[in-house]
């Protein structure tokens, strides 16, 4: 058949053949038409087997020349111009940011954090702001500004891609907009035309929608703990953990090393802060530095809006208390900004830490002071001023209270007193012998002297000297002077009492018994006793002489 010439009658046709249509070669995109590919079906849908070439080869074969030829070439043509609205079109820039709105009718929220999605069209430089919508939300969303072009101020200027970027305020019809990010081909668009793109910015969380995400969301039910709070009465009433610690104040003024004594109570977590007083520390006695309370981690851990100046805090806005996994020897404690050091704690707390924690070391830290570290005062030689008692204590106190005295020595000696007669000794012989009685009171050792004036002696006789006592004159420790007692007073001796020179003659007989019965408490009395017994029986003696002497005869 193929070697029939291509005339009348001598064509077949196909008699399967139901396709008779011509294959386009047209097409549209973009709303413009264009030439598709070079055909290569035929009418019926049959292939073609001639050559068929393309656009761009059919371009290249016009402009083809050899290059023997004489005269300019043709030029190569231009290429095809494809319009702005063609080539921007569908290409779109998408930044994200927020709107904040002020909320004035409303006592759940003072204001309102909106995110919307800012578009802007390439193609004509128009802008699009659209809010997402949430469900229940109440307000109007979706399309705030239809697609426009925006005004950026009052003289006729509009928004353009070059004045938006990241981390700046949009300004539409009276609305302040933050633009917080982009997409990845919005920001790969902006650096390709050479614009910086700031850092990208969060957007923050409405908190009326977080309230209400947060009461939306499924309760999840909990089986109830077995160690409720009845259990905790019923089990650990009474039980309290003890601990020994320390306030170290003294890199402050005047601060010094403090002990308290801290306490938590596992019945109700709460804890307890004793001071710990010494005699003469100087300080008011107050047992309790912290009340029984429950103790919070950090108190100044609240949000900045809450009065504190007016109300105090509650368990709802201390996030965290202390609980009995805190404590250890040898841990710093922070408790109302001061540092307690624990240096440790008694035998049951250490049996409950063993028990429920596994703890076997309990090694105590030594907290003393150093030996030697505040020096004994040292007391002033006495003045002479008063007595020893009286000027002492103003140096033990600041304020001098009087010196204890030995009230039952006062009351065993009430009113008892050993009396002796003695002479004024002088240096000229020629004077007259002054004699004086001296009182030695046993209640408080005290010695009074009176003086016995005779007839036409012409002295005016009564006290020569009040009570006091009598340092000796071989004293010499201002501080802890030697006094005058019965065991210094020896009848023939002399005595000196005040600068004065007494020679002693001659005791009452209660001296000598009442010194016979209690000679153990005067140490030394042998001598005064001696010669006491010996005047007495030289007085007998002569007593008795004078009696056996009979009267003369008349």
Not at 387 to 415: A, T
Request: some cysteine.
């Amino acid at each position: 058949m193929t070697t029939l010439p291509f005339l009348p009658g001598n064509s077949f046709s196909d008699p399967t053949d139901s396709k008779f249509h011509k294959s386009q070669s047209l097409g549209y995109r973009n709303g413009f038409s264009l030439k598709t590919a070079p055909v290569t079906m035929g009418i019926g849908g049959k292939e073609i087997t001639t050559n068929q070439l393309s656009a761009a080869e059919i371009d290249e074969l016009a402009n083809f020349k050899p290059t023997l030829t004489y005269g300019q070439p043709k030029s190569e043509p231009p290429k095809t111009f494809v319009p702005a609205h063609v080539f921007y079109d569908k290409k779109v820039l998408r930044y994200y940011g927020f709107l904040r709105e002020a909320v004035k009718e409303s006592n759940d929220e003072t204001h309102r954090v909106r995110p919307v999605h800012i578009y802007y069209y390439l193609e004509d430089d128009t802008m699009a702001i659209v809010e997402p919508k949430n469900e229940n939300s109440g307000i109007p969303q979706g399309k705030l500004i239809k697609r426009q072009r925006l005004p950026k101020d009052n003289f006729g200027n509009h928004w353009h891609w070059k004045d938006i970027n990241l981390r700046q305020n949009l300004t539409v019809y009276g609305k302040v907009l933050y633009i917080c990010d982009c997409d990845k081909w919005t920001k790969e668009y902006l650096e390709s035309q050479g614009m910086d793109v700031n850092e990208p910015d969060n957007i923050p969380s409405d908190p009326y929608a977080a309230v209400r995400e947060e009461a939306e969301k499924p309760k999840v039910s909990s089986t109830k703990s077995a160690f409720d709070k009845l259990r905790q009465f019923l089990t650990l009433d009474r039980k309290v953990l003890r601990f020994y610690c320390v306030w170290d104040d003294r890199p402050a003024m005047f601060g010094e090393l403090r002990p308290f004594i801290l306490q938590y109570f596992l019945v109700d977590d709460t804890v307890e802060v004793l001071e710990v007083h010494r005699p003469n520390d100087g300080r008011d006695p107050f047992p309790v530095l912290l009340r029984r309370s429950k103790l919070p981690r950090d108190r100044f851990d609240v949000d900045q809006g809450f009065p504190s100046i007016i109300l105090e805090l509650s368990d709802n806005e201390i996030k965290e208390y202390y609980t009995p996994k805190d404590f250890h020897i040898g841990k710093t404690l922070n408790i109302l900004n001061r540092r307690f050091l624990i240096y440790d704690c008694d035998e049951f707390t250490k049996e409950f830490y063993y028990q429920n924690f596994g703890v076997t070391d309990f090694k105590p830290i030594d907290v003393k002071r150093p030996d030697g570290a505040y020096p004994e005062p040292e007391v002033p030689p006495y003045n002479g001023f008063g007595s020893l008692e009286d000027s002492l204590q103003s140096c033990l106190s600041v304020i001098p209270h009087p010196p204890k005295k030995d009230y039952i020595k006062m009351l065993e000696n009430d009113g008892k007193l050993l009396r002796y007669l003695a002479v004024v000794e002088t240096v000229d012989d020629a004077e007259p012998k002054r004699q004086v009685i001296i009182n030695y009171r046993l209640a408080d050792d005290m010695i009074t002297i009176y003086e016995h004036a005779g007839k036409n002696s012409g002295l005016a006789g009564g006290k020569f000297m009040e009570k006091t006592r009598v340092e000796k004159i071989t004293s010499t420790d201002p501080n802890n002077p030697e006094f005058l007692g019965p065991q210094d007073f020896v009848i023939g001796e002399s005595v000196f009492i005040n600068g004065w020179r007494f020679r002693l003659l001659d005791a009452d007989d209660y001296a000598l018994s009442y010194l016979e019965k209690h000679q153990d408490n005067f140490p030394g009395i042998g001598r005064a006793l001696d010669s006491l017994r010996a005047v007495k029986a030289g007085q007998r003696l002569n007593d008795e002489n004078a009696e056996c002497i009979c009267p003369p005869d008349e």
